[in-house]
């Protein structure tokens, strides 16, 4: 069997993965390898922000893991989105940079993670980011090698909804990723000059050139090397089942940054998870830790579609005779529809009066989709307000059903499963709805056309909710971060995972509790967090 020798291993090239390896690179003393499952990040519609549309139904790039039923959503599963190549979900994500609340994090360190409260990832959320724009003074990063832009091109419909978001009480903020999050604004987001700015671009095409990273593409792990409890190097093939295994050997650590539904499957694969689990599946108990695949959670958005009057929508500008010229516009000057993400407007709001921090999220674009799925655009004028629970309690998991990497886990997303949930999301339905309705927008709405003028009671709307509601992309916390002594927990908070020697997960698995925020910019702190432990045990 091949084998080879490089200082650090990195399991995944999302994004976690390609800001781990682009910074270790950087110190000029290291070697890397990098794996990763997925092609290169050649296809087209990954650099077009609007391609998102595409890339969530691509199989060539997305691992489009089916779900299992949830009870919550009376028995419906849901297909989760991953990205399957170079830069991982960041190459298929809707492009939204928005870091979550001061709560959050001081919530984590609270929890017995030192070194994770706000003051303490500040410093790593500005030293990855490059923020062109105005922004509050402290907050952000202006020489990361990470783009953070702001939507160049108002539009009079978001412009409407914000109006009505304000008559009702929610103020205008510009820069949620500040001091403060509550608000409304034009959304934060990772395009520049009218391309997606994806962090293999950032972090990993940078260390590829210096010439100290080889990364791998196609190379589906079999398992993690553990020999008297420290990580060794890893077994992987490049291609299909039938193709040879292959060896990487790591003199330092092996890094796991495959994201929250592969990493827990590798440590499972691996022999690293519950024993009663392993042995169900026919994989040797390397090492008994309950906690691997547990506390999966995710943002459930549920949308509200309105037929427009009055004023066009990107419905319109995408289809025939229009989309030759947007295609055009964006040949020549990398703007127009194409230049767009999927959602230009973001909002933070609370459920009730009373609460002192925000817990509800609403986005508006000028857009509507067929069933409520990004994956297409109705052939109506239309637009849509998305809406979820920020930090939701249901909780769900990820199991290895297979000893076989190409098989895959069983995810359970629990939607809906807690009453609280319920509450929030009901509240965050019903404010959607106060917004479409309000006096400065109400004159652009023809119709509503989901859920529905006749849904009126919560019985009603809780019934929509889960028959049509979907993931927002963003699940997290089946690694979860906490102390040894806790059963649900898998690594420390220098991310080492507890029982075995030179491992350690840098990805949204590790996070203890879901940040109120779209997940990338986390993640990308987790990475330079991560890279600077790393160098500091070295």
């Avoid at 034009?186 to 962090?199: E, H, L, T």
């Avoid at 996070?511 to 993640?523: G, K, R, T």
Wanted: glycine share 10%; net charge positive; with cysteine.
């Amino acid at each position: 069997m091949r084998q080879e020798s490089y200082d650090y291993i990195v399991i995944g090239a999302g994004t976690a993965g390609c800001v781990v390896a682009g910074r270790l690179s950087e110190r000029g003393k290291y070697s890397v390898c990098v794996l990763e499952a997925g092609p290169p990040d050649r296809n087209p519609f990954i650099h077009i922000p609007a391609g998102v549309l595409y890339t969530l139904r691509n199989p060539d790039i997305n691992w489009m893991y089916p779900g299992v039923a949830s009870p919550g959503l009376n028995g419906r599963a849901i297909t989760h989105a991953r990205g399957k190549t170079l830069g991982g979900s960041g190459s298929i994500n809707g492009h939204i940079y928005n870091r979550g609340q001061r709560s959050d994090f001081d919530g984590w360190a609270d929890a017995g993670n030192r070194g994770w409260g706000y003051d303490d990832v500040l410093p790593y959320f500005m030293k990855s980011e490059r923020k062109i724009g105005a922004a509050d003074a402290g907050y952000h990063g202006s020489d990361g090698p990470f783009t953070v832009t702001d939507i160049e091109e108002a539009d009079p419909l978001c412009d409407a909804f914000m109006r009505g978001a304000q008559s009702l009480g929610i103020p205008h903020n510009p820069d949620y990723n500040g001091r403060a999050q509550e608000g409304i604004a034009y959304a934060q987001r990772s395009v520049f000059r009218g391309r997606r700015v994806g962090p293999a671009r950032a972090f990993l095409y940078p260390a590829m050139q210096r010439g100290n990273t080889r990364v791998i593409t196609n190379a589906r792990v079999e398992r993690i090397l553990v020999e008297d409890k420290e990580a060794r190097g890893v077994c992987f093939k490049v291609g299909g089942r039938d193709t040879p295994s292959r060896v990487v050997r790591a003199r330092r650590e092996v890094i796991l940054s495959a994201g929250a539904i592969a990493s827990p499957q590798i440590l499972q694969l691996s022999g690293i998870g519950s024993a009663a689990h392993l042995q169900s599946i026919g994989a040797p108990v390397v090492h008994n830790l309950p906690g691997v695949g547990k506390n999966f959670r995710d943002h459930y958005a549920v949308r509200s579609v309105v037929r427009i009057q009055d004023m066009a929508t990107i419905n319109g500008r995408v289809r025939g005779l229009p989309l030759v010229r947007e295609v055009l516009n964006y040949a020549l000057t990398r703007r127009g529809a194409l230049a767009l993400t999927p959602t230009l407007v973001y909002c933070f709001w609370k459920s009730a009066e009373n609460l002192e921090h925000g817990d509800i999220q609403l986005t508006f674009t000028p857009a509507s989709y067929p069933d409520g799925v990004q994956s297409g655009l109705d052939r109506f004028p239309g637009a849509t307000v998305a809406c979820w629970q920020q930090r939701p309690i249901s909780a769900g998991y990820v199991r290895a059903t297979s000893i076989d990497p190409f098989v895959p886990p069983e995810i359970q997303g629990n939607y809906l499963g807690e009453e609280e949930d319920h509450r929030v999301l009901l509240a965050a339905m019903r404010w959607s709805r106060r917004i479409l309705h309000s006096e400065p927008f109400k004159p652009y709405v023809a119709e509503e056309r989901w859920p529905g003028a006749d849904r009126q009671t919560d019985e009603e709307l809780l019934d929509h909710a889960r028959r049509t509601g979907n993931t927002a992309y963003h699940p997290m916390g089946t690694c979860r971060m906490g102390a040894a002594s806790r059963t649900d927990s898998v690594v420390d908070d220098q991310l080492r995972v507890h029982g075995v020697a030179r491992l350690r997960i840098a990805d949204a698995s590790i996070m203890p509790m879901i940040p109120s925020a779209n997940l990338n910019a986390s993640i990308l702190m987790i990475g330079e967090k991560a890279a600077d432990m790393i160098a500091a045990a070295a």
